[in-house]
């Protein structure tokens, strides 16, 4: 990804800066110290916005960082928003700063997230999907001894029999009513007040314009910095951009290097993420073998010792083939297990299932790790709405039940949020745009 936005960005107009966009330093009482490593020159910060800018009242902090360039600064500066799920915007300014030593760069946070304020963590989440590796349930037509749902109750506070939507769902309802107690109101975290964070942030600077760039989940984002600030923008760079309301026959797009970047929201239902996976194991020539380890598991599912990250003590999962399918739709889109794909599906297609520990272990970081009030949020109020299946017409409720424990965890919280939808923006943004991959 970051290599071709070095050639997106050195392709687009780049006037010199002028002296009227040299930034000003962030105020003493926002700076904060940084969180992770940086580069001489940076500073971290605080913005305190609108929690909603339509509902004026409690005000929240967006997390940024400010890299100077040295003495050779002379270009517009790059603004870099990273997706949620994924790492910091922060994490990627040492890689930003080198490729870029002449301009400045600036990183911003999603409101929400792991390193803004509030942090919109939902722990009762991740404890119901990990509930889904830790023990059989109902559909998964397991068999379970009385002293194993003694065991499981205590563990995850749930009967071993119900469906991980409905666990999820319940989960969904207790960490909503805790923000709400913490005065969180979720319909200030979406794409739009996003967008205006990162606004903000260029005024709070006092940058006349700069480049935006947008991977993943935020490509909407800057693509609403574009059209709402049009005079601030020389140019934006879309990595894995996903329009609303875009159709098309997959979910995910190959990067460069064989990463699989998933779209949400188009096509995050059952068939959007189930022809995406099949289009990325094709394109990795292993497709009929992964469909004949997929209908074994579920014929016969496999136990595998793992770690619970959570609890940091080993259990036994049960993996069937469709839990298998969730688990690869998520992990494909990282270019480590993409490029050892083939030789995975080949191994567990001689029924090594040994092989499917390093998944199931990463599964189950990757779930406790999320942000998943962020990422709920986000999901049910911008992508979920501009889907071109049932989600385009109807309500989630109406969404039919997948075979994918990921697909129906995020119907049953969108369920019991019952968050309004967002309206797509109609808006095209006046500056160059560089999409990477995607649709729109």
């Not at 109807?394 to 369920?415: E, G």
């Amino acid at each position: 990804m970051i290599s071709r936005v070095v050639l997106a960005l050195a392709l687009s107009a780049t006037p010199s800066m002028t002296p009227g966009m040299t930034p000003a330093p962030p105020g003493v009482a926002a700076r904060q110290p940084c969180p992770v490593a940086m580069p001489p020159r940076t500073t971290c910060a605080f913005l305190e916005v609108p929690e909603r800018r339509d509902v004026p009242g409690r005000t929240i902090k967006v997390a940024y960082a400010v890299r100077v360039a040295g003495v050779d600064r002379g270009n517009d500066p790059v603004v870099l928003m990273g997706e949620e799920p994924g790492p910091t915007s922060m994490e990627t300014m040492s890689v930003l700063s080198a490729m870029f030593p002449d301009r400045d760069v600036v990183t911003v946070e999603q409101r929400g997230g792991r390193l803004s304020e509030p942090s919109l963590g939902c722990p009762e989440t991740a404890q119901a999907l990990l509930g889904r590796l830790r023990r059989p349930s109902a559909d998964k037509g397991a068999a379970v001894s009385a002293d194993e749902r003694a065991a499981v109750s205590a563990d995850v506070g749930a009967a071993v029999s119900a469906d991980v939507g409905a666990d999820v769902g319940a989960a969904a309802v207790r960490c909503r009513e805790r923000l709400q107690e913490q005065g969180i109101d979720l319909r200030g975290y979406r794409a739009q007040e996003m967008a205006a964070d990162v606004v903000a942030v260029r005024e709070e600077l006092g940058y006349d314009a700069w480049h935006l760039f947008g991977v993943g989940s935020s490509t909407r984002v800057m693509a609403a910095v574009a059209a709402a600030d049009p005079g601030g923008v020389r140019s934006m760079v879309l990595d894995s951009f996903q329009a609303p309301g875009a159709a098309g026959d997959a979910s995910t797009e190959r990067d460069h290097d064989g990463a699989e970047h998933d779209h949400y929201g188009a096509d995050r239902d059952h068939d959007g993420v189930e022809r995406g996976l099949g289009g990325a194991l094709a394109r990795l020539g292993v497709a009929e073998r992964f469909a004949a380890v997929r209908a074994r598991l579920n014929a016969s599912p496999a136990r595998v010792p793992a770690t619970d990250p959570v609890a940091a003590r080993a259990f036994t999962a049960e993996v069937t083939g469709d839990d298998l399918a969730a688990i690869m739709a998520e992990a494909l889109r990282g270019a480590d297990v993409a490029a050892v794909a083939p030789a995975l599906v080949g191994g567990l297609a001689e029924g090594r299932d040994e092989l499917l520990r390093p998944l199931v272990d990463a599964a189950g970081e990757r779930m406790a790790a999320r942000v998943w009030g962020l990422y709920h949020a986000v999901q049910c109020q911008d992508e979920v709405p501009f889907g071109t299946s049932a989600t385009s017409t109807a309500s989630a409720a109406s969404i039919p039940r997948s075979r994918l424990f990921t697909i129906n965890a995020d119907k049953a919280v969108c369920d019991a949020w019952q968050v309004p939808r967002s309206e797509p923006s109609n808006t095209t943004p006046a500056a160059p745009a560089y999409v990477l991959s995607g649709r729109y």
